[in-house]
């Protein structure tokens, strides 16, 4: 709990400051498309999480409340012999006798591992299906170029001539007052590309030719912010 607090503490920040530095590139402000009201609205939805954080926490394990509360009754209260959670369970006094019980660490270990084991067929399906879905034709196309060719410079030309052409048709497709967000999510989807494809063939080519590609990717990566 403490790690998540730290890491919502940190996205907090991010978004009072308006800045999310990249990964790779620190400079490159992930979040500098974003209004003020927009960045003030996510932080008071983060702030709400960390204020309920066991409430969020708990009420996710299955499906939802209900099914939790029957969880965490049977998996953890009753094999510590707690207090149970009632109909408006209450998750404060839940975490208080948790941190009052020696075993509860082992305890809670063991309802995690019985929790990802009781996973059905249908549930990993539906991962399955949604992590597919969530791919965007670009990225396969990608994933094919790149297990056929080590070419970085005729990847990159390839994703560029398949993704900059959609760029331009986008007042076609789109509309009007949401051309600049799909242009953005596009340059930026570019340069994502770009430094996967050098995290992935980064021992292939010197460093100045990376460096070279970095370049490029920080060019898409800023037409993204505009």
């Known amino acids: 709990m ?32 974003l209004s003020k009201e ?9 702030t709400t999480i960390k204020k309920h954080l066991w409430t969020e926490v708990m009420s996710s394990i299955e499906g939802g409340i209900v099914d939790s509360r029957s969880t965490i009754n049977k998996l953890i209260c009753d094999a510590l012999t707690i207090e149970r959670i009632g109909q408006s369970p209450d ?9 009052q019980h020696p075993t509860a660490t082992r305890c809670l270990k063991g309802v995690v591992n019985d929790l990802k084991n009781s996973i059905t067929d249908h549930m990993v399906f539906e991962i399955n299906r949604w992590v597919s879905s969530s791919i965007l034709p670009f990225d396969k196309a990608v ?27 986008l007042k076609e497709i789109v509309i009007e007052e949401y051309e600049d967000i799909f242009k953005a999510k596009l340059h930026r989807h570019i340069g994502d590309l770009l430094y996967s494809i050098l995290v992935c063939l980064h021992d292939k080519y010197s460093y100045e030719d990376r460096t070279k590609y970095q370049n490029k990717a ?5 037409l993204g912010i505009k």
């Open 91 to 99: 998750y404060a006094m839940l975490e208080a006798n948790l941190l």
């Open 218 to 222: 920080l060019q898409y990566y800023k």
């Open 143 to 169: 994933i094919y170029w790149m297990r056929n060719s080590t070419n970085i410079a005729e990847i990159i030309s390839k994703i560029e001539d398949l993704i900059l052409p959609s760029i331009k048709k």
């Open 2 to 33: 403490n790690l998540i607090r730290s890491v919502l503490d940190w996205l907090i920040n991010c978004y009072v400051n308006r800045h999310m530095p990249h990964y790779f590139i620190p400079e490159q402000n992930l979040i500098g498309q």
């Open 38 to 46: 927009r960045c003030d609205d996510v932080r008071k939805t983060l």
